[in-house]
């Protein structure tokens, strides 16, 4: 059974940093790319990052380029994103995901988590 946990996620005033972590069990998490995605209320969920299976190419989306870190650790099976000088905007529930394909659409992945929660004041 593939599970991908969340954590990290919380409240920050704008400006401040959180870090996020994805951990995978029940997959060989070393053939997966992995993403991040990020949903706020009312809208559709977005793709935010992203890296290949070994962690040599990366993409962001433009709202977070120069702001937002992935990467990931093989040897714990674990992802994460560094997000700093936040904004109120990136006020979302954030999404880890695996798949096979990556890329930047959510219809490319197949596992995912259960979010967790990230609220930036102004």
């Known amino acids: 059974q593939v599970q991908l946990v969340e954590s990290g996620g919380g409240l920050v005033q704008a400006g401040g940093s959180l870090r996020l972590s994805c951990a995978a069990s029940g997959l060989t998490f070393s053939n997966y790319a992995m993403g991040w995605f990020r949903q706020a209320p009312g809208k559709e969920r977005e793709f935010v990052a992203r890296?290949?299976?070994?962690?040599?190419?990366?993409y962001y989306a433009n709202s977070v380029k120069g702001r937002f870190t992935i990467s990931r650790s093989n040897a714990k099976d674990t992802v994460y994103l560094q997000m700093n000088s936040l904004k109120p905007e990136d006020t979302a529930v954030y999404y880890c995901a695996a798949g096979v394909r990556g890329g930047n659409i959510p219809q490319n992945y197949d596992y995912w988590g259960q979010g967790t929660q990230v609220t930036v004041s102004s």
């Open positions: 890296l290949n299976s070994i962690g040599s190419s990366t």
